[in-house]
């Protein structure tokens, strides 16, 4: 069975940093591209970032670029996102999701999802 | 960026009616479509992938249809268990994006 278990969110104040974790099972992880994708409090969907399974390639919306980080450990199964400067509308909930085979930007199976908030 | 356009907002139907949902992309992604529904309080499930590919698992009552820049979500017949907010999501490029969401309510 397919897991994706995020962990790391919390409160931040604005300027600060936070990495969150996503740990997977269940499927050969370096074969898949995963992303990040948030929600914002009572807000739609906004895809964040994302990297291929070889960790050679990494795409980031307009708005993380440069503040936001995306890294893989393929042996121990675990995607990241690392975030500095963070900003009042950086606050959401943070899903990983991994991108179906061949059908890159399709997720097929999402974790349940870290809050992160960011207030003074 | 493509801009993914969802109408309506909201609906509000009974069980039993069929449903159907818009999305129009502010250029042509083929078939490069996704449909996803949320749950109150829980993570997005996919329906549908590359325009009208039901996944497995997704009940037959929900179908998916066109391409270019217009596609359609349609329920047959509406179930309780499918209230929630349904997405479109496009994966022509980079960065993906989302429609706006359409909230389906029971009457």
């Known amino acids: 069975e397919v897991q994706l278990v995020e962990s790391g969110g919390g409160l931040v104040q604005p300027g600060g940093s936070l990495r969150l974790t996503c740990a997977a099972s269940?499927?050969?992880?370096?074969?898949?591209?995963l992303s990040w994708v948030r929600q914002a409090p009572g807000k739609g969907l906004e895809w964040v970032a994302n990297?291929?399974?070889?960790?050679?390639?990494?795409h980031y919306v307009d708005s993380v670029k440069g503040r936001f980080t995306i890294s893989r450990d393929n042996t121990g199964n675990l995607l990241y996102l690392h975030m500095i400067s963070l900003r009042v509308e950086d606050a959401a909930v943070y899903y990983c999701a991994r991108d179906k085979p061949a059908a890159a930007g399709s997720y097929d199976h999402w974790g349940q999802g870290t809050l992160v908030t960011v207030s003074s | 960026d493509i801009q993914m356009t969802q109408s309506p907002s909201s609906l509000s139907a009974s069980v039993g009616d069929r449903v159907t949902i818009s999305c129009r992309a502010s250029?042509?992604?083929?078939?490069?479509l996704n449909w996803y529904q949320q749950k109150p309080g829980e993570a997005p499930k996919l329906l549908i992938s590359a325009a009208s590919y039901l996944q497995g698992a997704v009940p037959s009552r929900f179908s998916g249809s066109g391409s270019g820049t217009d596609f359609t979500l349609t329920i047959s017949s509406l179930q309780p268990e499918d209230l929630g907010t349904y997405y479109c999501q496009q994966s022509s490029s980079t960065p993906w994006t989302f429609g706006q969401g359409t909230k389906v309510e029971i009457k």
């Open positions: 250029q042509s992604i083929s078939r490069y």
């Open positions: 990297i291929k399974g070889d960790g050679s390639e990494k």
């Open positions: 269940g499927f050969t992880f370096s074969s898949y591209w």
